[in-house]
């Protein structure tokens, strides 16, 4: 069994029937981790699982402080016993601390994770920012808007949106353009007219 096949495991089992909608965004997140392998090699299952799981803390039966991303996170590494850097992708998934701060749970965050590296960290939230509430692909500035229109204006997550955007959306251009350069087609190389070879083999 790959990370990912247990990862999901765990999150049908925590969102599938109570939060359908969740369980159907974060399948989404997953495929479109899926479509970075090229990119991240070995890393790719563990950042689909981390996409699969990103959003645990918000099912019933785990959510303790109400913040997902804090939640979910320790609920992986105190119940699932889940690799730390796993754990960490989690908890810092799309920003988190700075939505954290929102919250009066920032200490709490910083103290008992630490951010993951930067490069995955763009990947899962270039997936999770492109991706809809109910699983489709959509434009970073497609998902933010969303995310404005479904809190509202004074919700505690659109103000911390108005400080992450900015960090949310250099994040996805940069795997976009990685991702253009892994997979622009070589340039051709132009063939020596057969009339040269001898002249430059000699």
Same mark, same amino acid.
């Given at each position: 069994?790959?990370?990912?096949?247990?990862?999901?495991?765990?999150?049908?089992?925590?969102?599938?029937?109570?939060?359908?909608?969740?369980?159907?965004?974060?399948?989404?997140?997953?495929?479109?981790?899926?479509?970075?392998?090229l990119i991240l090699g070995d890393r790719?299952?563990?950042?689909?699982?981390?996409?699969?799981?990103?959003?645990?803390?918000?099912?019933?039966?785990?959510?303790?402080?109400g913040f997902h991303p804090l939640d979910?996170?320790?609920?992986?590494?105190?119940?699932?016993?889940?690799?730390?850097?796993?754990?960490?992708?989690?908890?810092?998934?799309?920003?988190?601390?700075?939505?954290?701060?929102?919250?009066?749970l920032a200490d709490e965050l910083s103290?008992?994770?630490?951010?993951?590296?930067?490069?995955?960290?763009?990947?899962?939230?270039?997936? +999770?920012?492109? =991706?809809?509430?109910?699983?489709?692909?959509?434009?970073?500035?497609? @998902?933010? %808007?969303? #995310?404005?229109? *479904?809190?509202?204006?004074?919700?505690?997550?659109?103000?911390?949106?108005?400080?992450?955007?900015?960090?949310?959306?250099?994040?996805? +251009?940069?795997? =976009?353009?990685?991702?253009?350069?892994?997979?622009?087609?070589?340039? @051709?190389? %132009?063939? #020596?007219?057969? *009339?040269?070879?001898?002249?430059?083999?000699?």
């Amino acid at each position: 069994m790959t990370y990912s096949d247990w990862a999901e495991d765990i999150a049908r089992t925590l969102l599938a029937e109570p939060l359908p909608r969740r369980w159907a965004h974060v399948q989404g997140v997953a495929a479109a981790a899926r479509t970075l392998t090229l990119i991240l090699g070995d890393r790719a299952d563990l950042l689909t699982a981390a996409a699969l799981l990103h959003d645990i803390g918000y099912a019933p039966t785990v959510e303790v402080t109400g913040f997902h991303p804090l939640d979910g996170a320790r609920y992986l590494r105190d119940e699932q016993h889940a690799d730390g850097l796993l754990c960490r992708l989690v908890a810092h998934h799309s920003c988190a601390l700075i939505e954290a701060e929102q919250w009066g749970l920032a200490d709490e965050l910083s103290r008992e994770f630490e951010p993951a590296p930067r490069d995955l960290s763009d990947a899962l939230i270039y997936c +999770d920012m492109t =991706t809809g509430p109910d699983g489709r692909r959509m434009t970073i500035e497609q @998902r933010l %808007a969303d #995310i404005r229109g *479904r809190y509202g204006p004074e919700h505690l997550v659109t103000r911390a949106l108005a400080w992450s955007a900015p960090q949310l959306t250099a994040a996805v +251009d940069r795997v =976009t353009r990685t991702l253009t350069t892994c997979t622009r087609p070589p340039a @051709r190389v %132009a063939s #020596i007219p057969r *009339r040269l070879v001898p002249a430059l083999a000699g």
